[in-house]
């Protein structure tokens, strides 16, 4: 099955700074990755989320990059802001079936 | 704008006992899921539903069991609860002609 591994586990950025946080997976046949927000005490929030023809996709702030030769996608926040600080999921799966989580990358955006 | 609901925020249950998770949408999702969230660990997939009466294992389904009798309902079971199922759990539908999946407000059972 599909192994989608995310780093770093934990990061911390001066407000301001970029922020960027890796996925790898292991399934060529997936072809569908988003990202999720979750902010403490809620629920996850797809913040942005690509397909595998596409290379790139772009939202204000918010980037993600996807390479499938190599089998990594990322998401790139800049000009970080305090309320950027939450806990971050990327997901690997094929259209219309279930999706496999990373572990969650958990962004600290410090004044 | 989709509505996830779930039965309970907070639950407390004594080992052995059997436990009744309930998702609920408003709409008419053929796709739901339940996943179960611990520190470290991420989002694993416990079970997860096509249609009616349709279901099928996720990563981590011992001990759990689901129910799907009616479309909008989705129950996660857990037969004699173990202290080892003391968690978050999440449902999740995805949404008709879309990949996106949207998440209930999520339970924290404990189990003592």
């Not at chain 1, 802001?81 to 999921?89: I, K, M, N």
């Not at chain 2, 006992?17 to 416990?46: A, S, T």
Request: charged share 25%; net charge neutral; glycine share 6%.
């Amino acid at each position: 099955g599909e192994n989608v591994e995310q780093h770093p586990s934990t990061l911390s950025v001066q407000e301001g700074d970029s922020a960027v946080i890796k996925c790898t997976y292991s399934d060529s046949a997936s072809n569908y990755f988003p990202w999720y927000k979750q902010e403490l005490g809620k629920r996850p929030q797809l913040i942005i989320d690509i397909r595998s023809n596409v290379g790139e996709k772009k939202d204000q702030r918010i980037a993600v990059t996807l390479n499938k030769t190599a089998k990594h996608f990322s998401l790139h926040i800049t000009e970080t802001q305090p309320e950027d600080s939450a806990v971050y999921f990327c997901a690997a799966g094929n259209s219309g079936y279930a999706l496999n989580f990373g572990k969650g990358t958990s962004l600290l955006v410090t004044p | 704008d989709v509505k996830v609901t779930q039965s309970s925020r907070y639950l407390v249950k004594r080992t052995g006992e059997k436990v009744f998770l309930e998702c609920v949408q408003d709409m008419d999702h053929e796709n739901m899921f339940w996943y179960r969230q611990d520190p470290g660990l991420g989002l694993r997939l416990i079970y997860f539903s096509y249609d009616v009466k349709m279901k099928e294992k996720g990563d981590i389904p011992e001990g759990y069991s689901v129910s799907r009798e009616k479309k909008e309902r989705f129950s996660l079971i857990l037969e004699s609860a173990s202290t080892n199922q003391t968690s978050m759990y999440l449902c999740a539908i995805r949404t008709r002609f879309t990949d996106t999946q949207y998440f209930g407000p999520g339970t924290r059972l404990t189990v003592l």
